[in-house]
């Protein structure tokens, strides 16, 4: 019993330190989104049945990407087109202020090296593309600025996804 005391007296206020150090260094408000989905739907669009397909997972961490896949599709009955991003792509977060909901923007470090890499052929669109994610509540927004940096469909509006219940909004255009 006089060894676990010792032990203890000795050890303690430095393991204490040290989780008071590890507190101080993350941010009080650190913004963090966590979620997996995947969603599909089959629209008519003038007469034709078109397929969307949406898959990700993302965990966030304020600035940090932990986890970052995203594969979004378009099927037609003659065609189709699929993007993914992935941690391959270097994805870089950044937490938008002054909202009063959690906010990113995801970008890729190098998105035309990305998506050569890839084989999309989306160079113009490719530069200056990113994602904003937008929770709000139990719903996440994501809306791409472009096709090239996934988001298969032109036009591409937000897909809400209820990160609870898995339930997915691809909202028209």
């Not at 507190?23 to 397929?51: H, M, Y």
């Not at 990700?56 to 932990?66: H, P, R, W």
């Amino acid at each position: 019993m006089r060894a676990i005391h010792i032990f203890l007296s000795r050890c303690l206020p430095t393991a204490l330190a040290l989780l008071a150090m590890s507190a101080l260094s993350a941010p009080a408000n650190a913004q963090q989104l966590q979620t997996k989905f995947s969603c599909n739907v089959t629209r008519d669009e003038g007469g034709e049945k078109v397929i969307y397909s949406d898959g990700g997972e993302i965990n966030l961490d304020g600035n940090k990407v932990q986890a970052f896949r995203w594969e979004s599709d378009q099927y037609r009955p003659t065609h189709g087109f699929d993007c993914s991003v992935d941690e391959s792509d270097e994805p870089v977060a950044e937490v938008l202020e002054g909202s009063d909901k959690d906010s990113w923007r995801v970008s890729l470090k190098d998105p035309v090296a990305a998506r050569a890499r890839r084989g999309f052929d989306f160079y113009n669109h490719g530069k200056n593309c990113s994602i904003r994610l937008q929770r709000d509540g139990d719903t996440l927004h994501i809306e791409p600025t472009c096709p090239a940096l996934c988001g298969s469909r032109p036009n591409f509006t937000t897909l809400s996804v209820n990160v609870k219940t898995g339930t997915c909004l691809y909202e028209d255009k």
